[in-house]
């Protein structure tokens, strides 16, 4: 019943009475995504044209608009293909779902080791927020939770200051600058040169740590997970009680170091000088 139900919503007066500037932009978007990989670097305005329908003179504004959200960028032929925003949302997308498959296993065994909730998180799709995609709870009555599509701030969680910490720098100084640091407990880190030395530790040891900065009484440990370019793609962390936290400090971070070390296993590999040499150690031991 559902499923005959979105067939008719989809292909009845909803899909008809839609802008069609919208459709247009979806056509352009397949048009350019069925030319990726091809003989040619990029799509001409004419091939465009032929593909959605519509005359040149009133594509120009879309394909402009699309290209100042970063959708799609022009060349020096004048000819159009994917932008890097588009092509990140894509890559986020299917490699997400990926990560939460291949990576659960990851989550459950850091949750047995330590005894705390483990939690996969990526950067949200306006890299303002982390998004956790998964999670293993920890059967303690007391514990850390959350729900998978949840949202926290960056600047004050374990896995967000991770993901701050391996941004290209002009990435991190762009997230920076547009988002509001807010103090949600006294050790809640706002200053800005504070939080940026810290973020420089981070990325030496390969490991994040939080005490009581958004929940009082709550602390984290969080390390990277690198996708298939190399960079910093995810998070692993895990939450909970910071007197359980620690006191079982030495013990967690070792458990999170081999945890990184199993991402890598299964694919999820960096480039050498990506892994900080403290973190080999204590992997290899």
Avoid: W
Avoid at 72 to 79: F, L
Avoid at 118 to 142: F, H, K, W
Avoid at 143 to 169: F, I, N, S, W
């Amino acid at each position: 019943m559902r499923t005959s139900a979105l067939h008719e919503a989809t292909d009845g007066p909803a899909r008809r009475s839609a802008p069609q500037s919208i459709g247009r932009m979806l056509l352009i978007l397949e048009r350019l995504v069925a030319a990726r990989g091809g003989d040619k670097a990029g799509v001409s305005l004419g091939d465009i044209a032929d593909a959605t329908g519509a005359p040149k003179s009133s594509l120009l504004g879309l394909l402009q608009g699309l290209q100042d959200e970063g959708c799609i960028q022009r060349g020096s032929d004048g000819s159009y293909s994917l932008g890097d925003r588009f092509l990140r949302l894509a890559r986020h997308a299917v490699f997400g779902e990926q990560m939460v498959d291949i990576l659960r296993p990851v989550l459950a065994e850091l949750m047995t080791e330590t005894g705390e909730t483990a939690v996969l998180g990526v950067l949200s799709a306006d890299q303002r927020m982390i998004t956790y995609l998964d999670r293993v709870e920890c059967p303690n009555p007391i514990r850390y939770t959350v729900k998978a599509g949840d949202q926290r701030e960056l600047h004050c969680t374990a896995g967000g200051k991770l993901l701050l910490a391996y941004m290209e720098p002009s990435r991190r100084e762009a997230c920076l600058d547009g988002a509001a640091r807010e103090r949600f407990t006294p050790t809640t880190i706002t200053d800005r040169r504070k939080l940026l030395a810290e973020l420089k530790q981070i990325r030496a040891e390969g490991l994040s740590r939080t005490c009581d900065e958004r929940i009082a009484g709550a602390s984290g440990l969080a390390v990277p997970v690198f996708g298939p370019d190399g960079n910093v793609s995810a998070t692993i962390l895990i939450a909970g009680p910071s007197e359980r936290m620690r006191q079982s400090a030495v013990r967690h971070e070792a458990a999170m170091h081999r945890a990184a070390a199993r991402c890598r296993a299964f694919g999820f590999r960096p480039g050498p000088r990506d892994v900080p040499e403290t973190a080999l150690g204590r992997e290899i031991s």
